[in-house]
């Protein structure tokens, strides 16, 4: 009788899941994942680290730019939206994901009355 039951008992646990392995470094989404409001600076730090892992990506700035929203920093969020919008207008549009387009857009609204540094136009060359 009991070596039936241990059989299937090692059965048992010759199936269970290995755990998911972890992922090293930082992910572009990093920045609003598990955001509580009693950790908002830790989270804007760890929001700095994927800032610097993707530098050419306006994803991260943006997201960024809500965090110290949050945070009442309006200088520093208007910042990372100058520059998201800076790095979004180097990209072609089909690169460019339309939500995010859409949000930098609604948020450069938001900071008029804020400096906010955009691509300057080329200049024309005087005849």
Same mark, same amino acid.
């Given at each position: 009788? #009991?070596?039936? =039951?241990?059989? #299937?008992?090692? *059965? ?13 470094? +930082?992910?572009? %989404? !990093? ?5 509580? =409001? ?5 989270? #804007?730090?760890?929001? !700095?680290? +994927?800032?610097? /892992? ?12 809500? =965090? ?7 200088? /520093?969020?208007?910042? !990372?939206?100058?520059? *998201?919008l800076?790095?979004?207008d180097? =990209?072609?549009?089909?690169?460019l %994901?339309?939500?995010?387009?859409? %949000?930098?857009? +609604? ?21």
């Open positions: 009788m #009991i070596g039936p =039951l241990l059989l #299937i008992s090692l *059965a048992l646990v010759g199936c269970s899941e290995e755990p998911l392995p972890q992922e090293e470094g +930082v992910r572009r %989404d !990093d920045c609003l994942r598990n955001v509580t =409001l009693d950790r908002l600076q830790e989270q #804007i730090s760890l929001c !700095d680290e +994927v800032v610097a /892992a993707y530098p050419d990506d306006p994803g991260p700035r943006n997201d960024r730019y809500l =965090l110290h929203s949050l945070a009442g920093e309006d200088a /520093a969020a208007c910042a !990372d939206l100058g520059e *998201a800076r790095l979004a180097r =990209l072609p549009a089909e690169r %994901d339309a939500q995010l387009r859409s %949000d930098l857009e +609604v948020r450069r609204k938001l900071c008029a009355g804020m400096p906010v540094t955009t691509p300057a136009a080329p200049p024309v060359p005087s005849p």
